[in-house]
């Protein structure tokens, strides 16, 4: 992965598919004005290359799901096993190990108190070599999720990107109960969320048409977002890192919407516990994350305590576990 180098076409195509992930390749051609066997060709070489991937994801919210920062201590000599069995499991994100390489983190989706507790109460503190466990529940998110991560994506023009982007969802607010065949249709858009409407009508027994109706309405409906798995590395981010802030409750939106702007803010949301705004950051070098912890977040108004730890392994970013290695 090291070796690949994105020019200007493919940060203008990865730029597209942060947009929309299922856009047509003829559509993100006529865009770039470019040809489509380009826009494809470019988009199988980085995805061969474990470099960047779509996936389909349930909006936990929509779904009456909730989700928890979880943060585990284990011995040195367990911690890589146990942040990769996390991340094979299709109820988590972000899984990464941080400094000192004794602590995990990961983010993961409940759909019931029963699952909840399965995993916090039950199999975690259970597993061999696990020292503690604490998990905060995610109450609101400003960055990453369902919007995204904007930093990846400045290639297209305003223009353009109004020429990619897809329809809002039109009932934002309701929730939506799944139905047969939907958990195979997630499962599918998890590993490929450019999978194609035969792929998914062979996984869940429907026709192609009812596949497309399916999709179309549970985007529509908000429980179904589409994102860009894409090494950090390509895009000339070499350091990671999470932060967890205490913030005045009466300057939370503020001071997390101000957070969110920056484009080094790949999630950011408020959660329970003795912190209460978490933060994953991308930055160009450690410089870049001082600056940004300085003159970016540091001055902003009812930041009472900042603690920030950089990332040293990525299991899994977004919706599959990452290739072995640091």
């Known amino acids: 992965m090291s070796s690949l180098v994105l020019d200007e076409l493919d940060r203008s195509i990865v730029h597209a598919l942060h947009i929309d992930g299922r856009a047509p390749f003829s559509r ?69 190990l941080t400094s000192g390489g004794t602590e995990i983190v990961c983010v993961t989706r409940a759909r019931s108190a029963h699952e909840r507790d399965a995993l916090l109460l039950g199999q975690l503190p259970r597993t061999p070599r696990v020292t503690g466990v604490t998990a905060h529940c995610l109450l609101r998110t400003f960055a990453g999720g369902p919007s995204g991560w904007h930093g990846r994506a400045d290639s297209l023009t305003p223009e353009q990107a109004g020429a990619l982007a897809p329809e ?73 890192a999470i932060l967890w802030l205490t913030v005045d409750p009466a300057q939370m939106r503020p001071t997390a919407e101000a957070i969110a702007a920056h484009p080094e803010a790949a999630f950011a949301a408020a959660t329970t516990g003795p912190t209460n705004l978490l933060v994953f950051v991308a930055c160009r070098d450690v410089d870049a994350l001082y600056d940004l912890l300085e003159r970016g977040i540091g001055s902003l108004p009812g930041i009472r305590q900042l603690e920030s730890a950089p990332v040293i392994r990525n299991s899994k970013r977004v919706g599959a576990a990452q290739t072995p290695g640091p």
């Open 28 to 96: 993100i051609a006529s865009v770039l004005s470019v040809s489509d066997q380009t826009v494809a060709r470019r988009y199988r070489r980085l995805r061969s290359a474990g470099s960047l991937k779509v996936v389909g994801l349930p909006n936990a919210r929509r779904l009456g799901w909730v989700e928890w920062f979880v943060r585990i201590q284990a011995t040195p000599d367990a911690a890589v096993p146990v942040a990769d069995a996390l991340a094979r499991r299709p109820d988590t994100s972000w899984v990464c």
């Open 168 to 240: 809002p969802p039109h009932y934002p607010q309701e929730r939506v109960v799944l139905q047969e065949g939907d958990e195979q249709l997630l499962a599918t858009l998890a590993r490929d969320g450019r999978a194609t409407y035969p792929d998914i009508a062979k996984a869940t027994g429907w026709s192609e048409m009812t596949a497309k109706r399916r999709l179309a309405q549970l985007r529509r409906h908000g429980a179904l977002f589409f994102d860009v798995d894409i090494d950090p590395l390509l895009l000339g981010f070499e350091t990671l």
